[in-house]
């Protein structure tokens, strides 16, 4: 303990001052002891007072983080006519949805690098178009056989077809049955994207009305149709394809896009609706097609941002939010990282469930349950990404010269047990050894995104744990990052002489550097319990959280993860809905 | 492991170098797949050497299916909602095919080759269908469609000229019979069949006979009108003679998104061919619960007063009255100088609209008009000729 006497003798002198920062005016207490040799250290400082410079202006609404369903949400609200700020924490815009430059000349999609799901109906709503964005529909996919061979789906339906013969002529029939039922179920889901669930707890009007909604659309299949939705609903992938098609090399084409961003497996119930999920998008009426953004993905949150800015709209990066204020139960606004606090009638967050319950939000001012079901909440992260700076064309021998195949997704799993098997890799805490991996090279269309006659090559991969076995270093980011290239370079022989610069990221940088919990690419698992009026937890599907005029617009919220703009639109309706203005938000186009 | 040749968009048939040859005007499309010829030169030539005197087209991409195995006759039957016991080998019947719901799948006909031995015959991809039906029951199914080179030779001197041309045995050729003969000593299966309601004959063959079989048709062309014809041409006579067209008229069943989108086939018109005295055929079930009520739409044969075609026409039950329904598919039948029609209406009560009225709209030079047309429903094929059936057949 310090008497005041060993204080006096140790402290050479004491200051008291204050000085302005860049928040405020700061009064402080500081203790220096002189040395034996006539240094001087401080040993003692202490901030008194801190008067934080408040932002006097009230906004209408905040939006924490620009990601492209924040953007969205802002955009909607600012279209309405409200005076509104989104606050994002890095230092570029977007979230899961961003173009940069981490190589001189190459510009990645860094997170999420295909557009379909994406809502023409926003779209259109926000002039996305004369905003700048251009989506450029993608052609057909590619399996490539362990034995040589590959599997093309060729974008052109006769060519397609054939080749599907080419491996089953069953299959090749089979497809028309699948292609028919998949459409089914896509109908229906599409309907919904664009809604506001039902409470199916609730007696209001609204929530009853929207209720029959549901069931009127469930009432326009058929009996069997029901039965099959069901089961649709809860089957695995693999089981689900097997009932359509049989050669290996199909079933492990078309399961891929089942598993991607889950934490499950082919044979997992339950993945089936994941692959609607990634099929239910479209291009220019093309359901089911994928597209590259011009300029990467980050085109799509830029084109946002400027209409929304455009409508008077006010972006701030680096603004880190470190907690929801509220008084009385009403949000009131934000207080960020440097202590700045902003204020504003409405506080939306675009953060994952799990961030903005237990990070942004103080314990005191969420009921126990809902605090539990945030803890709860399924989020776990599987997926990685490489984005790979290419000196040239990567050859693939495989393929016949000239072929369109290198212009789609490129995947190198040929069998649903393979799929299987990288799976149980994720779930001993490993990275699949033997990954599934949706490979593009969207310069091969795209010249705003590398130097001519250069590429850049897009990996996104299944699965990568959260934790691996004694943790995440550098090395084994590194390591895990080899495993993938070592996979393409196998079917790929000129690849790896190709590689200037590859930018790896497992669940750790993904959660670190775009802020998704565990790395989860969806803000929460596709899953029946966590989907519709479940998402992100019962009795908070409408966008409203906990406290007055506070609310989530993230891919956490229905209708969940993707880039969709779905979620941000949907909140911003509700928002405008109870502030009794006009709904800016667009219906669904409808597909009758 | 043989690849896939990508810059191959349509496939040629076995024919191909003769169509290609003879096609002036490069009208082509796919079918099932196979670069088809829609016109070869002049659509009124095609279409009256089907009517008057002899017309050849390349039958290859009808999808073929050979079924064979001591279960094949019991899966066909099962398979078909027709009555197909009287079946034997060397004749051919006109089928249709259900799913469990009732609503049909594809038409097509089925060639009793041998014993045990059937090739069906579809407009549509089936083998999906046909293996999962097959479950469990000792029966063989391939697609030919490929393996076979096909030909339909049609039109009132077709006789004449395939006598001409070396083949033997048609005079006694009655309609759905088979005759296994050969030319130049090749094998060719001749049947008596069609889709042009007039006299007519299929030949199949193996696809290394293709082209000679071809030849030795065109080299009687310096004494009969000869002509290749492309499916526009065939698509006026096949409606003249009342046949429906899978996809076209209706909506398949596999391939039906939307509920109430298919069709049975009482909604098609088509009751004739169900047979409820057989023990069991898929759809069976759904369609005796149909059967019991009242039918609610039907396709209909129309033909539309006027001579403005009633192209994607909606038509109502008077004039300015209230929608019931819409033409599916539609032409101008030379040999009759009328609009021919399919059209699919709702039946009230089961009972056929008294009135049906198209609002047709055309185009003069890029003016559009509007105008209406009574029509009036035909139950029989609206155009047939006793040539059709006779044997042995006219010599013309
Ligand atoms: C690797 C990867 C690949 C993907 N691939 C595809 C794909 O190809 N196609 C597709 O459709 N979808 C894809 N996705 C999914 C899709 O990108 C996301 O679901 C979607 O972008 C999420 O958008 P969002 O606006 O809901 O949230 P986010 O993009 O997560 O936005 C949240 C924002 O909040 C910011 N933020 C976080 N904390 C704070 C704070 N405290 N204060 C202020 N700001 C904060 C973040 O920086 C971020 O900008 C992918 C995702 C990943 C990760």
């Known amino acids: ?592 | 492991m043989s690849k896939h040749d990508f810059k191959q968009v349509l496939e040629p048939t076995p024919f191909h170098a003769r169509v290609d040859e003879q096609c002036m005007v490069k009208n082509w499309t796919s079918w099932n797949g196979y670069q088809t010829a829609r016109v070869y030169d002049t659509l009124a030539a095609e279409y009256f050497a089907i009517r008057s005197s002899c017309s050849v087209m390349d039958l290859t991409p009808m999808e073929k299916y050979r079924i064979t195995g001591p279960d094949a006759f019991t899966f066909l039957s099962r398979l078909v909602v027709r009555d197909i016991s009287k079946l034997q080998a060397g004749r051919v019947t006109y089928v249709l095919w259900c799913n469990d719901e009732g609503k049909v799948l594809d038409d097509g006909t089925i060639f009793q080759l041998a014993e045990n031995d059937y090739r069906l015959c579809s407009q549509h991809h089936q083998l999906d269908w046909l293996l999962l039906s097959s479950l469990g029951m000792d029966v063989d199914i391939s697609q030919e469609t490929h393996e076979v080179a096909a030909l339909a030779v049609q039109g009132p001197t077709s006789y004449s000229v395939l006598t001409e041309a070396g083949f033997s045995g048609l005079s006694q050729l009655k309609p759905f019979r088979i005759l296994q003969t050969n030319l130049h000593g090749f094998e060719v299966m001749i049947s008596r069949t069609g889709y042009t309601g007039d006299l007519g004959y299929e030949l199949w063959t193996d696809p290394a006979n293709a082209l000679e079989m071809w030849d030795a048709i065109f080299a009687v062309q310096h004494l009969y009108n000869i002509r290749p014809i492309g499916l526009d041409a065939l698509e006026i006579v096949r409606i003249e003679a009342g046949f429906i067209m899978p996809g076209d008229d209706f909506n398949t069943a596999e391939t039906t998104v939307r509920a109430d989108h298919d069709r049975s086939p009482f909604e098609l018109g088509m009751g004739w061919v169900v047979n409820f005295d057989k023990p069991y055929f898929t759809g069976k079930r759904a369609l005796i619960a149909e059967h019991s009520l009242p039918v609610k739409r039907r396709l209909v044969k129309m033909s539309v007063t006027g001579n403005k075609p009633p192209a994607d026409s909606f038509l109502f039950d008077g004039k300015n009255g209230k929608r019931i329904g819409t033409i599916n598919s539609q032409v101008w039948s030379p040999i009759l100088k009328a609009n021919l029609a399919m059209a699919d209406i709702e039946y009230r009560n089961g009972m056929k609209p008294p009135e049906i009225w198209a609002e047709i709209y055309y185009q003069k030079e890029l003016e559009w008009r509007a105008t209406w047309a009574e029509c009036r429903i035909v139950e029989k094929p609206f155009w047939s000729h006793p040539r059709r059936s006779a044997t042995p057949p006219g010599q013309y």
């Not at chain 1, 860049?22 to 008067?51: D, F, P």
């Not at chain 1, 028309?176 to 998949?182: N, P, Q, S, T, W």
């Not at chain 1, 229906?188 to 009853?208: E, N």
């Not at chain 1, 250069?454 to 990052?481: I, L, N």
């Open chain 1, 1 to 592: 303990m310090f008497t005041p006497e060993i204080l006096a003798s140790a402290l050479s002198f004491i200051s008291q001052g204050t000085r302005k920062t860049k928040y405020g005016v700061q009064a402080r207490a500081r203790a220096y002891r002189r040395t034996g040799n006539g240094t001087v250290t401080m040993i003692y400082s202490r901030v008194l007072r801190e008067t934080h410079r408040v932002n006097m202006k009230k906004y209408d609404a905040i939006v924490i983080g620009a990601g492209h369903n924040g953007l969205t949400n802002a955009a909607f609200l600012a279209k309405a006519g409200l005076d509104v700020l989104v606050l994002e924490k890095n230092e570029y815009i977007g979230g899961a949805t961003a173009s940069r430059e981490l190589h001189e000349g190459w510009m990645y999609s860094n997170c999420s690098y295909v557009c379909s799901l994406f809502r023409p109906e926003i779209y259109q709503a926000l002039d996305l178009g004369e905003h700048g964005l251009e989506v450029v529909p993608l052609q057909g996919s590619t399996t490539f056989k362990q034995d040589g061979d590959y599997f093309g789906s060729y974008h052109q339906p006769a060519v397609r077809r054939r080749e599907i013969a080419r491996h089953s002529k069953r299959d090749a029939d089979a497809s028309i049955r699948f292609d028919a039922d998949l459409m089914k179920w896509c109908r229906l889901v599409r309907g919904f994207l664009l809604r506001t669930p039902p409470d199916p707890a609730s007696l209001k009007i609204r929530d009853a009305m929207e209720f029959a909604y549901l069931l009127k659309s469930f009432y326009r299949l058929t009996e069997s149709q029901i039965y099959e939705f069901i089961r649709f609903f809860t089957m695995s992938i693999a089981e689900y394809l097997e009932e359509y098609f049989e050669s290996d090399a199909i079933l492990a084409h078309f399961s891929g896009g089942s598993i991607i961003g889950t934490g499950l497996g082919v044979y997992s119930p339950g993945t089936a609706y994941v692959l609607l999920h990634h099929a239910m998008g479209d291009v220019d009426g093309n359901i089911g097609s994928w597209g590259f953004a011009r300029g990467g993905m980050g085109s799509v949150s830029k084109a946002i941002a400027s209409s929304f800015q455009s409508m008077g709209g006010e972006i701030r990066t680096q603004a880190d939010v470190q907690q929801i204020l509220v008084k009385g139960r009403q949000a009131t606004g934000v207080v960020l990282d440097s202590g700045e606090e902003v204020y504003a009638g409405v506080v939306v967050s675009n953060l994952d469930a799990k961030r903005t319950f237990l990070n942004i939000m103080a314990r005191k001012d969420l009921p126990d349950e809902l605090y539990r079901r945030a803890s709860n909440f399924k989020i776990r992260g599987s997926s990685g990404k490489l984005n790979i700076a290419l000196d040239g064309m990567p050859q693939f021998p495989a393929l016949p010269i000239g072929s369109p195949l290198t212009l789609g997704h490129m995947h190198f799993t040929d069998t649903l047990e393979r799929l299987e098997r990288a799976y149980d890799d994720w779930k001993d805490d490993c990275w699949s050894r033997d990954p599934y991996v949706d490979t593009l090279i969207p310069t091969q269309y795209d010249p705003t995104m590398s130097p001519a006659g250069k590429h850049m090559m897009s990996v996104f991969v299944q699965y990568c744990p959260v934790e691996v076995e004694g943790g995440w270093t550098d090395a084994k980011r590194d390591a895990f990052g080899e495993t993938v290239i070592n996979q393409i370079a196998s079917y790929s022989p000129n690849f790896k002489d190709l590689i200037l610069h590859a930018e790896v990221r497992t669940p750790r940088e993904i959660e670190a550097e775009v802020g998704l919990t565990e790395g989860n690419i969806f803000q929460g698992e596709l899953t029946l319990d966590q989907l519709m009026f479940n998402r992100p937890f019962p009795g908070y599907a409408q966008y409203r959280g906990p406290v007055k005029n506070m609310y989530m617009c993230g891919s956490s919220t229905h209708p969940g993860g993707g880039v969709m703009g779905a979620p941000g639109a949907n909140a911003a309706r509700e928002i405008l809905l109870d502030m009794g203005r006009e709904n800016t938000t667009p219906e669904d186009f409808g597909d009758d």
